[in-house]
């Protein structure tokens, strides 16, 4: 579809003469103007980009510019895709890559929800100024720049760093933990950044709770605990899948993270993309890997889309 | 506070001692007694930011008294919880769980009953008999129209049966024909199963026709409890005599007192003016004379006797509601006064007896009218 | 209000430590005097001048910021009206699609969107010759691309929570449908647009891997002249230009949040004042 049909009726105004722009403009031209701009430019940027990857993922690599070839019969093509990716299948950098970016990103999905979930409910439960407070407290890691958060981690978390010399100072220990370069580290990285993502669509959620209900189950005979179960907890589920998808999505093609906190023998997929591409310079092995990767994540996103769009259609 | 002489001759059931609720510096319930009888149907009447609400919230458990304590059936409810209360509400939003059906919404409270299964289904289908929803069990609550809404509310407060049913403006969210049907509803249940009901309105309507006795609040403190008889014919006070129906009020001062009636001069009336007292008053104390607008005759010819009660003044409008017309009668003090009237001919607009402009006689009897003291501060 | 939990206070208090010391800390650590970051070696502010001496990280911040105003004012052109068509143009054909791909940028992990984006580039050069070469400009559209959903999605709930009869009424009264839209909509969603500009240009001056791989010679941005120092360590001279950075954004971020809370309060006083008028006691009958 393009973006002349997406206003509703075509009625062209009739008179020609210097008034016409104008009384296109005033009729549906506007609405056309208002969709199509937007539309047009992620159609372009945000689309196509990804036909063209799947497109690359079933070139040849070749030593050109640019560095692939698009194959130009059908047996070159699935040769290929039997090449690009088979290696994914084949080397195990590739699948435990991936299986490692989903552990780890789960985890760290239930971790944030745990440590999330309790803040977001305090915040929705306290009030006024003190609300608003806390609310910016979260809100601020947002616009503080994530690689320079990531990095304050690797101060703390070196075998020199603060939490070590504290330990061994304190007497607690006497060899510093090696901490840096570890999935520790990794989580810990991840938790940090993504937590204010996961706080954010429950505090709305909890915020916009109905505390009668919460009165009513207590006033039928329900304890706290049981009326947090009963209650509160089942209504939150959209804002527990908004927040989930929005730590679990990105954090599963996460790079900056395992680059600079990680092992480098068990990679996160994210961090073998970009080698793979900056360092191998083999574009078509690196769009299939990003295939698969989008391929993978269909599904939570198209479960975020959905609770998205229904968010929007409650309103 | 006025003591008034109860004619309920049940136990008293709930009694509320010396209750004060503050907020910060805002008192929301300032220093209230109350009395409520086993099986009695009480409505807390006030307008908005009177205390009623957080009285009633008081009673559930979800606010504790500053000081002052409930008692519910001989027991001291202080530090109670509301999940441990013998008490029910019914909330003004109904606060239905949106997740759940009808059927779990009922059944919700008996959950925390030692029952089995078969007599918690047999339960919830009672109360669903009762309020008529018995076809709409597996409904969401979205799915239902605001009345049903309600009863699947008045079903899921009843279920547990408790002691006492809070109800917060049961009827405020329905429509107008609507609320007069489910009024009687309310009071036919209540009759039925002897639960005592406490209701709160901002509706005097509503309270006068639901409840056995009502208690009109303003600003925290009670101003006077009795029977809608009570408080419409009798009340204490200005307060209660505006708030409650339209009143006439004339500021005066007594003159002579004999044989229970009271003569009071009132410049703004243009004619002496003589009235039941139900209070003490001796001779030179200020007062207001109340009349209420239906109980003034208006004709323009001069009544049997002018001697009391009795002025002259000029239609200044004239309201037509089909069952009774309202007059606006200017007198020549300036004062305006309300006059209504019951439209008991049937008559077109040229017979009209009395019409725009017109010079007219207001005449009460004493007895219609009542003295009331000068408003305390 | 009622008391909250244990547990609740004690997470919170966790959480928000676990947020915040590790900012703080290296900004403590930006004033140390030592070469080795992490022996305290007395106070110093040597690596703030140093800093402001090396032409690389001026220069590199320069061009960020040059990206970041750019970019920003575009998407917030672009996802302005999407989020005008998201609110308040209801069904129309590709709807869906458009829908989503104004949320999926919100999640799409960046190594697939900045390793798309280069492919588009390099494709439409061999096709048409155009961006010819890469640096800011492209860098300049992918971050407008991504940002441009942000901005969308802040106007559609600014729009979506509007009462929508306000631009009736002013239809009503005879604006065509674009004088509405300047006179009525414009206005009231110009502090999301806002917002939504600010949100813009710190998600570019934040990114590292589009610009990564969108970028080419003579086009390294702030966080790609970090990233490639932070790789081999910690250094006090990071340190001093994380702290000006934290800085100038907590600063922002706190006035902005101030003037907000006192307009609102403005709001309630001015709200409880009409009411009280409204309230005062009317001359009655005598």
């Given at each position: 579809m393009s973006a002349q049909d997406l206003a509703a009726d075509n009625k062209a105004p009739a008179a020609t003469g210097p008034g016409k722009f104008a009384r296109w403009l005033n009729k549906d031209g506007w609405?056309?103007?208002?969709?199509?701009?937007?539309?047009?430019?992620?159609?372009?940027?945000?689309?196509?980009?990804?036909?063209?990857?799947?497109?690359?993922?079933?070139?040849?690599?070749?030593?050109?510019?640019?560095?692939?070839?698009?194959?130009?019969?059908?047996?070159?093509?699935?040769?290929?895709?039997?090449?690009?990716?088979?290696?994914?299948?084949?080397?195990?950098?590739?699948?435990?890559?991936?299986?490692?970016?989903?552990?780890?990103?789960?985890?760290?999905?239930?971790?944030?929800?745990l440590i999330g979930y309790p803040m977001a409910y305090g915040i929705a439960r306290s009030s006024g100024a003190t609300r608003n407070i806390l609310l910016l407290l979260i809100i601020l890691p947002f616009w503080t720049s994530f690689l320079l958060r990531i990095y304050a981690w690797m101060g703390l978390l070196g075998n020199n760093g603060t939490i070590n010399n504290v330990l061994v100072w304190l007497g607690i220990i006497n060899e510093p933990i090696p901490m840096m370069n570890t999935e520790?580290?990794?989580?810990?990285?991840?938790?940090?950044?993504?937590?204010?993502?996961?706080?954010?669509?429950?505090?709305?959620?909890?915020?916009?709770?109905?505390?009668?209900?919460?009165?009513?189950?207590?006033?039928?005979?329900?304890?706290?605990?049981?009326?947090?179960?009963?209650?509160?907890?089942?209504?939150?589920?959209?804002?527990?899948?908004?927040g989930s998808m929005l730590v679990f999505i990105p954090a599963t093609g996460e790079y900056v993270i395992p680059a600079l906190l990680g092992r480098a023998d068990s990679p996160m997929i994210g961090r073998v993309l970009f080698d793979e591409f900056f360092l191998n310079r083999d574009w078509p092995v690196a769009s299939a890997v990003a295939v698969v990767l989008l391929f993978l994540l269909v599904v939570p996103i198209m479960i975020f889309n959905h609770y998205n769009a229904k968010a929007e259609g409650v309103e | 506070m006025a003591e008034n002489s109860d004619t309920k001759t049940d136990p008293v059931f709930i009694r509320i001692e010396n209750v004060t609720k503050k907020f910060g510096s805002f008192t929301a319930v300032d220093n209230v007694s109350l009395d409520i009888g086993?099986?009695?149907?009480?409505?807390?009447?006030?307008?908005?930011?009177?205390?009623?609400?957080?009285?009633?919230?008081?009673?559930?458990?979800?606010?504790?008294?500053?000081?002052?304590?409930?008692?519910?059936?001989?027991?001291?409810?202080?530090?109670?919880?509301?999940?441990?209360?013998?008490?029910?509400?019914?909330?003004?939003?109904?606060?239905?769980?949106?997740?759940?059906?009808?059927?779990?919404?009922?059944?919700?409270?008996?959950?925390?009953?030692?029952?089995?299964?078969?007599?918690?289904?047999?339960?919830?289908?009672?109360?669903?008999?009762?309020?008529?929803?018995?076809?709409?069990?597996?409904?969401?609550?979205?799915?239902?129209?605001?009345?049903?809404?309600?009863?699947?509310?008045?079903?899921?407060?009843?279920?547990?049966?408790?002691?006492?049913?809070?109800?917060?403006?049961?009827?405020?969210?329905?429509?107008?024909?609507?609320?007069?049907?489910?009024?009687?509803?309310?009071?036919?249940?209540?009759?039925?199963?002897?639960?005592?009901?406490?209701?709160v309105t901002h509706d005097q309507e509503e309270a006068m026709t639901l409840a056995d006795r009502i208690a009109i609040m303003d600003r925290g403190v009670?101003?006077?409890?009795?029977?809608?008889?009570?408080?419409?014919?009798?009340?204490?006070?200005?307060?209660?005599?505006?708030?409650?129906?339209?009143?006439?009020?004339?500021?005066?001062?007594?003159?002579?007192?004999?044989?229970?009636?009271?003569?009071?001069?009132?410049?703004?009336?243009?004619?002496?003016?003589?009235?039941?007292?139900?209070?003490?008053?001796?001779?030179?104390?200020?007062?207001?004379?109340?009349?209420?607008?239906?109980?003034?005759?208006?004709?323009?010819?001069k009544p049997r006797s002018t001697a009391v009660n009795a002025v002259q003044g000029e239609v200044l409008d004239l309201g037509y509601f089909g069952k009774d017309s309202l007059y606006r009668v200017k007198l020549a003090s300036g004062a305006l006064v309300r006059v209504s009237k019951v439209n008991d001919q049937r008559l077109s607009e040229a017979d009209r007896q009395v019409d725009w402009e017109d010079k007219v006689w207001l005449s009460w009897d004493a007895r219609s009218a009542i003295v009331l003291p000068e408003e305390r501060p | 209000m009622q008391k909250r939990s244990v547990f609740i206070l004690s997470v919170l208090c966790f959480g928000f430590a676990f947020l915040y010391v590790p900012i703080l800390i290296m900004m403590a650590y930006s004033f140390n005097a030592s070469r080795l970051a992490t022996v305290w070696g007395g106070f110093s502010t040597e690596w703030y001048g140093k800093l402001l001496q090396n032409d690389q990280v001026i220069d590199a911040a320069l061009l960020s910021l040059r990206i970041a105003v750019v970019s920003a004012t575009f998407a917030t052109i672009l996802g302005t009206l999407a989020g005008l068509t998201l609110a308040r143009l209801g069904r129309f054909k590709g709807r869906t699609l458009f829908s989503g791909m104004i949320s999926a940028p919100l999640i799409m992990p960046d190594v697939i969107t900045g390793l798309s984006l280069l492919m588009l580039f390099v494709s439409l050069e061999t096709l048409i010759g155009w961006p010819s070469g890469r640096g800011a400009n492209t860098v300049t559209l992918a971050h407008i691309t991504f940002s441009m959903a942000y901005v969308a999605i802040i106007v559609q709930s600014r729009l979506t929570s509007m009462d929508q009869s306000v631009e009736e009424a002013a239809m009503d009264l005879g604006s065509t449908p674009l004088r509405v839209l300047w006179d009525i909509t414009l206005p009231i969603i110009a502090p999301a647009m806002i917002s939504g500009w600010l949100l813009a240009f710190t998600l570019s001056l934040d990114d590292l891997v589009i610009a990564s791989f969108t970028s080419g010679p003579g086009g390294t941005t702030l966080p790609m002249l970090i990233f490639s120092k932070v790789k081999l360590g910690v250094t006090p001279d990071i340190n001093a230009l994380a702290t000006i950075i934290v800085c100038i954004v907590t600063l922002g971020v706190v006035l902005a949040g101030i003037l907000m809370m006192r307009s609102e309060r403005q709001r309630q006083l001015d709200e409880q004042r009409a009411q009280a008028e409204a309230a005062a006691p009317q001359p009655g009958i005598a």
């Open positions: 609405k056309r103007l208002v969709t199509g701009a937007p539309y047009l430019w992620l159609l372009v940027f945000f689309l196509a980009p990804f036909f063209i990857v799947a497109v690359i993922s079933v070139s040849a690599a070749a030593y050109s510019i640019p560095p692939f070839t698009m194959p130009a019969s059908w047996a070159a093509l699935t040769e290929n895709v039997a090449t690009n990716f088979g290696y994914l299948i084949d080397d195990a950098l590739y699948y435990t890559g991936y299986l490692n970016s989903l552990k780890i990103a789960a985890n760290s999905t239930v971790l944030c929800l520790f580290a990794v989580y810990v990285g991840i938790v940090y950044s993504y937590l204010p993502f996961m706080i954010l669509p429950l505090y709305a959620n909890l915020e916009r709770l109905d505390t009668t209900l919460n009165e009513a189950a207590m006033d039928l005979g329900s304890r706290p605990f049981r009326t947090f179960v009963d209650i509160t907890l089942p209504l939150s589920l959209p804002g527990i899948i908004a | 086993r099986g009695e149907l009480f409505a807390l009447l006030g307008g908005s930011g009177c205390g009623k609400t957080t009285l009633l919230r008081m009673l559930a458990g979800f606010e504790a008294p500053t000081s002052g304590r409930i008692m519910i059936d001989g027991q001291d409810m202080t530090g109670v919880a509301p999940f441990d209360r013998p008490v029910n509400m019914m909330f003004q939003s109904y606060a239905l769980f949106p997740h759940m059906s009808v059927e779990k919404n009922v059944g919700y409270g008996l959950k925390h009953e030692n029952m089995t299964d078969a007599q918690r289904k047999d339960r919830v289908r009672e109360l669903l008999d009762m309020v008529q929803l018995t076809q709409f069990a597996a409904r969401k609550p979205h799915q239902l129209s605001g009345g049903q809404r309600q009863r699947v509310a008045l079903a899921r407060a009843l279920a547990k049966s408790p002691k006492v049913l809070l109800l917060d403006e049961p009827l405020g969210a329905l429509d107008k024909k609507l609320r007069e049907q489910t009024q009687f509803e309310l009071m036919n249940i209540q009759d039925r199963l002897g639960i005592t009901f406490i209701v009670i101003r006077q409890v009795g029977t809608p008889t009570d408080i419409y014919e009798f009340p204490n006070s200005r307060f209660t005599a505006d708030f409650i129906g339209s009143i006439n009020l004339f500021d005066g001062t007594v003159a002579a007192i004999k044989a229970g009636k009271a003569r009071i001069t009132a410049p703004a009336a243009g004619c002496a003016l003589e009235a039941d007292t139900r209070y003490g008053l001796s001779t030179g104390d200020k007062v207001s004379v109340a009349v209420r607008p239906e109980k003034i005759t208006i004709s323009r010819g | -």
